[in-house]
Nanobody, 123 residues
Framework: QVQLVESGGGLVQAGGSMRLSCAAS????????MGWFRQTPGKEREFVGT???????GYADSVKGRFTISRDGAKNTVYLQMASLKPEDTAVYYC?????????????????WGQGTQVTVSS
């Protein structure tokens, strides 16, 4: 069974940068895609970005040009590099794994989730 563990969250000032990591352990082979989502209290989990097929990426419009997803296959780790952070980026960030390759912007396409890491951007 695959387990995902996020790290790298914390407090940052607006305009700053932060990198989140998501390490996969267990039977992670044949995983089709890894995605990043975020959630604030009272709201649904929101798509941030995804990486599939090795290096293909897609992003939500709200983060395009500011966030970058990459992966290190040797370490089974995916990264979310966030720059030009805004207070509205404050959320709990989750990484997730998908094996079916369907609409990767939907949370329902992912079957394994990490525990989440808090990112707080102060104004």
């Amino acid at each position: 069974q695959v387990q995902l563990v996020e790290s790298g969250g914390g407090l940052v000032q607006a305009g700053g940068s932060m990198r989140l990591s998501c390490a996969a352990s267990g039977r992670a082979f044949n995983m089709y895609a890894m995605g990043w989502f975020r959630q604030t209290p009272g709201k649904e989990r929101e798509f941030v970005g995804t990486i599939w097929g090795g290096s293909n990426t897609g992003y939500a419009d709200s983060v395009k040009g500011r966030f970058t997803i990459s992966r290190d296959g040797a370490k089974n780790t995916v990264y979310l590099q966030m720059a030009s952070l805004k207070p509205e980026d404050t959320a709990v960030y989750y990484c997730a794994a998908s094996w079916d390759g369907m609409n990767l912007r939907l949370a329902g396409s992912y079957t394994v989730w990490g525990q989440g890491t808090q990112v707080t951007v102060s104004s």
